[in-house]
T-cell receptor, first 111, second 115 residues
Framework: SQQGEEDPQALSIQEGENATMNCSYK?????LQWYRQNSGRGLVHLIL?????REKHSGRLRVTLDTSKKSSSLLITASRAADTASYFC???????????FGQGTRLTINP | EAGVAQSPRYKIIEKRQSVAFWCNPI?????LYWYQQILGQGPKLLIQ????????DSQLPKDRFSAERLKGVDSTLKIQPAKLEDSAVYLC?????????????FGPGTRLLVL
């Protein structure tokens, strides 16, 4: 089964800056989801984007999807210390009724 | 709304011992998932239930792992006998919808260390 690959593996920025993480995948998808995981709150769903959508917003989050390049990006604007976490993209396969998670990007926001 | 509950939170066992994890999903969620997350990696699906039927267990090591979901609510995941490489966090999740289109809600996980 395919797996999303996040890039970079680790990212460290100053508070207030924007953070961009990328996810690439191999085969056609129905949808792509982003999740966040930190020690305090476990794994939490952030946003779902369907294959016929190109961009979605949720608060300070912006997700784009380019199905021709088989890639997605997650942008966090005006980062805060609380955004420190690992971020995972999760994809499905056409016909497969399950999510496959990538390895994640570890984001550190420095005060 | 209560979240997904898991117990225990931590477990340390010796190799070749057995261990069981318990999960109580969000009320009304028909779909329940067990994931294994090894340190530094993303979660890997072990088994997916729709009510009390198995939808996908293709990545479950069936020679040592077993899972059941009695009455379509709570679920238990068992490892017998455990190996060193089973050291990981075991995550339970549930969703209203089945498949890959629904939002999955995760429990806090059970951290297993096999010595």
């Amino acid at each position: 089964s395919q797996q999303g690959e996040e890039d970079p593996q680790a990212l460290s920025i100053q508070e207030g800056e924007n953070a961009t993480m990328n996810c690439s995948y191999k085969t056609s998808i129905n949808n792509l989801q982003w999740y966040r995981q930190n020690s305090g709150r476990g794994l939490v769903h952030l946003i779902l984007i369907r294959s016929n959508e190109r961009e979605k917003h949720s608060g300070r989050l912006r997700v784009t999807l380019d199905t021709s390049k088989k890639s997605s990006s997650l942008l966090i604007t005006a980062s805060r210390a609380a955004d420190t976490a690992s971020y995972f993209c999760a994809t499905d396969d056409w016909g497969a009724q399950k999510l496959v998670f990538g390895q994640g990007t570890r984001l550190t926001i420095n005060p | 709304e209560a979240g997904v509950a898991q117990s225990p939170r931590y477990k340390i066992i010796e190799k070749r011992q057995s261990v069981a994890f318990w999960c109580n999903p969000i009320s009304g969620h028909a779909t329940l998932y067990w994931y294994q997350q090894i340190l530094g990696q993303g979660p890997k699906l072990l088994i997916q239930f729709q009510n009390n039927g198995v939808v996908d267990d293709s990545q479950l090591p069936k020679d040592r792992f077993s899972a059941e979901r009695l009455k379509g609510v709570d679920s238990t995941l068992k490892i017998q006998p455990a190996k060193l490489e089973d050291s990981a966090v075991y995550l339970c999740a549930s969703s209203l919808e089945g498949g890959s289109a629904g939002t999955q809600y995760f429990g806090p996980g059970t951290r297993l260390l096999v010595l």
